[in-house]
């Protein structure tokens, strides 16, 4: 199969949004991606997005993997995010040397998944050994490596600082039969997502599956995708996921509203005027926000491009908009939850479980709170974000 292009790479996704909803069932209630979703976004080189051109990647814009999540999103949440995670994991590629890259990636099914920052690992001979446990590592039922990221302790145990003086932090990576899954993901949203818990016991990671995941100065690719780093690029992607349960559960309420009759009342819903101004309100607020966060993207991509660098001002507009968008997508869908009426609460209706799905986006690390304290504060001390 010749390598997509990024354009390809939204149709393929929209192509296979009616495989994903009629899977979605499975989805949930496994608690994991099931094998025919899994191979269809393999077949369709989805999980390649941002894996770098060299080995195979499409290096494809932020906009276009935003576009990419928000299609799958529509059909079911954990597809998209599970997507999204391990789409942006395969970035650090880009720092790792070909032939590493090479066998992670470009051996089938070439997936990579990760949890959050935690624990240590001991510089050894030729590597690292570690002993940690880490969890939400979503994505990772279908992955074939996994990752962690650490601090690294020199052979005598002392911290090992970097050249600012912070602790380093290294990317480990290791085969997936190396560690110990633990299911512990039994959650009420992105159910389907196997953000589950993992752990290695005295493991040792050769230096070469080790990697500076953002830090400029160590990469080995050129692109500038790269330089926007997996940070932004899980911003922008997450909040693109919100987006797209936000447009599902939207036009489930507008197709609902055409045809139901409310009970005790004398109009049909789409004949009620509060109910015509709450699509519109609400409508208006989901293309503000679709607007928004892809006119900030578009705008950091093309000053990245021109410039080389992912500069302050735009990685405070980017965190701004991606937080902003998430909030504002949850409350699309709640006002289209309560639009639905009795008729939202049960599961065999489109709403329940989007409904689920975006509160427990809405409470991952994107969408906290405290982003916009740090976007005010920088506001405050250097001017508004662009």
Not at 50 to 67: H, K, N, W, Y
Not at 207 to 214: C, E, G, P, S, Y
Not at 307 to 330: C, K, M, N, Y
Not at 343 to 351: D, E, I, L, Y
Request: include cysteine; charged fraction near 20%; glycine fraction near 8%.
């Amino acid at each position: 199969m010749n390598r997509p292009q990024g354009v390809d790479l939204v149709e393929r996704a929209r192509a296979l949004a009616p495989l994903i909803a009629r899977e979605a069932d499975a989805i949930e209630r496994t608690r994991r991606l099931t094998q025919p979703v899994v191979s269809a976004l393999i077949d369709n080189g989805l999980y390649r997005a941002l894996l770098p051109q060299s080995l195979g990647g499409v290096e494809a814009a932020p906009e276009t993997f935003m576009q990419i999540l928000e299609e799958i999103a529509k059909a079911d949440a954990s597809t998209a995010w599970c997507l999204g995670q391990n789409s942006v994991c395969a970035m650090s590629a880009a720092w790792l040397d070909q032939d590493t890259a090479n066998e992670i990636f470009n051996t089938p099914p070439g997936i990579l998944a990760w949890g959050a920052i935690a624990h240590e690992a001991r510089a050894v001979d030729g590597g690292y050994r570690v002993t940690a446990r880490w969890d939400f590592a979503s994505g990772s039922r279908q992955a074939s490596w996994l990752g962690a990221h650490v601090r690294i302790l020199d052979a005598d145990g002392t911290p090992r600082k970097a050249a600012d003086g912070s602790p380093e932090i290294r990317t480990i990576l290791f085969p997936v039969a190396s560690a110990t899954l633990h299911d512990v993901w039994d959650a009420i949203g992105l159910a389907g997502t196997g953000t589950d818990s993992y752990s290695v016991d005295n493991l040792f990671v050769p230096a070469r599956f080790t990697a500076f995941r953002d830090v400029t100065p160590a990469l080995r690719e050129k692109g500038p995708l790269y330089k926007l780093g997996t940070g932004a690029s899980y911003s922008l992607g997450f909040a693109a996921v919100a987006l797209g349960v936000a447009r599902a559960t939207l036009d489930a309420a507008i197709e609902l509203a055409r045809g139901k009759h409310q009970s005790l009342q004398a109009k049909a819903m789409r004949d009620n005027n509060a109910v015509q101004s709450l699509i519109a309100r609400t409508e208006g607020n989901w293309r503000a926000a679709r607007a928004y966060l892809y006119g900030t993207a578009d705008t950091m991509w093309r000053d990245l491009i021109a410039t080389g660098e992912f500069s302050d001002p735009h990685r405070t507009a980017v965190r701004l908009a991606s937080t902003w968008t998430i909030h504002q997508s949850t409350a699309v869908v709640d006002a289209a939850y309560h639009m639905a009426g009795a008729t939202a609460v049960f599961r065999s209706n489109p709403f329940e479980r989007r409904f689920r799905d975006m509160h427990a986006i809405a409470q991952q690390l994107q969408a906290r709170d405290t982003h916009f304290e740090d976007v005010g504060r920088a506001i405050l001390s250097a001017g508004a974000p662009d």
